[in-house]
């Protein structure tokens, strides 16, 4: 079964760092481009971070573009989300599924992890 698990969130003050890391199971990792998502109440998940399969290419909103880097480790099926420079309007529920043109498992979300930038 297709499985996320997210971690690496927290409190942090603005300016500040966090890695995010999402373990996977299930599905051929080391084929499938991987992507971070990120949702707020009341609003739609967006997407902000994707990179391919053998991390080639890696492509950013333009809100966290400069300040977050997605990157994957094939071997241990995790995918990873660095982000400093954090701002208020970063504090969201952070996820990771497949796929870079949407969710490849939109029925398989994980629990996600919380990101909250306050001072």
């Known amino acids: 079964q297709v499985q996320f698990v997210e971690s690496g969130g927290g409190l942090v003050q603005p300016g500040g760092s966090l890695r995010l890391s999402c373990a996977t199971s299930?599905?051929?990792?080391?084929?499938?481009?991987m992507s971070w998502y990120r949702q707020v109440p009341g609003k739609e998940r967006e997407m902000v971070a994707s990179?391919?399969?053998?991390?080639?290419?890696?492509k950013y909103a333009d809100s966290v573009k400069g300040r977050f880097a997605i990157s994957r480790d094939n071997s241990k099926n995790t995918v990873y989300l660095d982000m400093s420079s954090l701002k208020p309007e970063d504090t969201a529920v952070y996820y990771c599924?497949?796929?870079?043109?949407?969710?490849?498992?939109?029925?398989?979300w994980g629990q996600g992890t919380q990101v909250t930038v306050s001072s």
């Open positions: 599924n497949a796929g870079v043109r949407g969710p490849r498992y939109s029925g398989y």
């Open positions: 990179i391919t399969n053998a991390s080639l290419t890696k």
């Open positions: 299930g599905f051929q990792f080391s084929m499938s481009a």
